[in-house]
């Protein structure tokens, strides 16, 4: 077997190690409970406002290319925690429902038009709206069994949120994809417009 | 002498990570392998994030620095904790170490998106400071016996382990996106040890 088959062949004996680790099964449904990574990394994922803004951020860090492609990226996990720590400690910020719709229309709207701003007010931006969905996770956090896998699969579900819009971003090198990734900048302003409404009624 | 395949490098970092995120909930006892004591103390450690994350931390930032960092840093570490724990069995089990190693999360995962070139004898003693904390906390409860002491050893070996693959694999990296995405998991290192230190803070 060559070298590379070999190294194919060790994602698979990794995911194979990892049952052979399986907790013993629990006989009562866990509900609202930390339990675990997998509880954390399916928590930002399940609001469709907070990944409508990820995305955003990552699409526009693609627009934005280097340094923004990875400063904003870097800069959203850590201020957003920040916001979870000051959720989590009890500080009341107020607005966060407001807060987190104008993120999906700032961002959606700074995508749809290609907005070039200079770095400090990419990052400055992002990082207020990262407070926010931060804050907001930091409130609705569960008690739990392992806080720390949870926060791992919490940020790290926030991180694959970004590269996905960097990915879907990598389009924007053609003429067709920079048509698209505005697009995608418009339906991401587009249901920030539906949560803002729905916040507001 | 012949140099390893990054391929091999980069998948085994990928199996200890794959295994710190399936660990089951921290308790204050070794696992119990079945295959003995040395066993027990290298599960212990591969299936503790508090410990492994701050190492692993550790060996991006020797490894972003260069393989003088990495080597340091390979000795270092496995040696401070194996003293830190030899020094801790006869110390009471404690709790509450949970902001600390919220604080490692952050001082070593900002030093990691920071990039920052700290000097030799600094990595130095951030990894003998790391282990001699970690293994101490480690030892503690274990009871001065030979078997703690083959676990401890165990343990140590995870550890160097751990550094040295993580810390070769960053070493080599040389396109510029590479070793991004290496400060972006320190960011996200990072990110968790503020959210573990709010956490510390509310209470579970």
């Known amino acids: ?201 | 002498m012949k140099r390893l395949n990054p391929s091999w490098l980069r998948s085994g970092v990928l199996v200890a990570l794959g295994l710190s995120l399936c660990s089951g909930p921290a308790e204050a006892h070794l696992n119990s392998t079945g295959m003995g004591p040395v066993y027990d103390g290298l599960l212990h450690f591969l299936t503790s994030p508090e410990d492994l994350v701050p190492a692993l931390a550790l060996a991006l930032l020797a490894g972003l620095r260069g393989a003088a960092f990495g080597r340091r840093a390979a000795i270092a570490l496995p040696v401070a904790w194996l003293a830190g724990c030899l020094s801790g069995m006869n110390a009471t089990a404690t709790t509450g170490s949970a902001i600390l190693s919220s604080l490692w999360f952050l001082l070593l995962g900002g030093l990691v998106i920071a990039d920052a070139r700290i000097s030799l004898g600094a990595m130095t003693s951030l990894a003998a400071l790391l282990g001699l904390v970690h293994g101490y906390l480690n030892g503690t409860g274990m009871g001065p016996t030979r078997l703690a002491v083959a676990a401890a050893l165990g343990l140590t070996a995870a550890v160097f382990v751990l550094t040295v693959l993580a810390a070769a694999v960053v070493v080599q990296l040389r396109a510029n996106w590479a070793r991004i995405a290496v400060r972006v998991a320190g960011s996200w290192i990072a990110a968790a040890g503020l959210l573990m230190l709010g956490w510390s803070f509310r209470g579970r």
């Open chain 1, 1 to 201: 077997m060559s070298t590379a088959r070999r190294a194919g062949a060790a994602p698979g004996l990794a995911v194979l190690a990892a049952l052979l680790w399986a907790h013993g099964a629990l006989a009562h449904v866990q509900q609202g409970e930390a339990a675990g990574f997998l509880t954390g990394f399916r928590h930002p994922i399940s609001g469709l406002d907070h990944v409508l803004a990820m995305v955003a951020v990552g699409l526009w860090g693609a627009q934005l290319g280097a340094p923004a492609i990875w400063a904003l990226p870097v800069a959203f996990p850590l201020v957003m925690a920040f916001g979870g720590l000051l959720g989590l400690m009890g500080v009341a910020v107020p607005g966060i429902e407001y807060g987190i719709a104008a993120s999906a229309i700032l961002l959606g709207a700074a995508v749809m038009f290609e907005v070039r701003a200079p770095l400090f007010v990419t990052a400055f931006l992002v990082g207020v709206f990262a407070i926010f969905h931060g804050h907001a996770h930091g409130t609705e956090l569960p008690a739990g069994q392992s806080p720390l896998l949870y926060s791992m699969g919490f940020v790290i579900a926030t991180g694959c949120l970004h590269a996905l819009g960097i990915g879907i971003g990598a389009v924007h090198r053609w003429t067709w994809g920079r048509r698209l990734v505005r697009a995608a900048g418009g339906v991401v302003a587009i249901g920030g417009v539906f949560f803002m409404w729905k916040a507001l009624t």
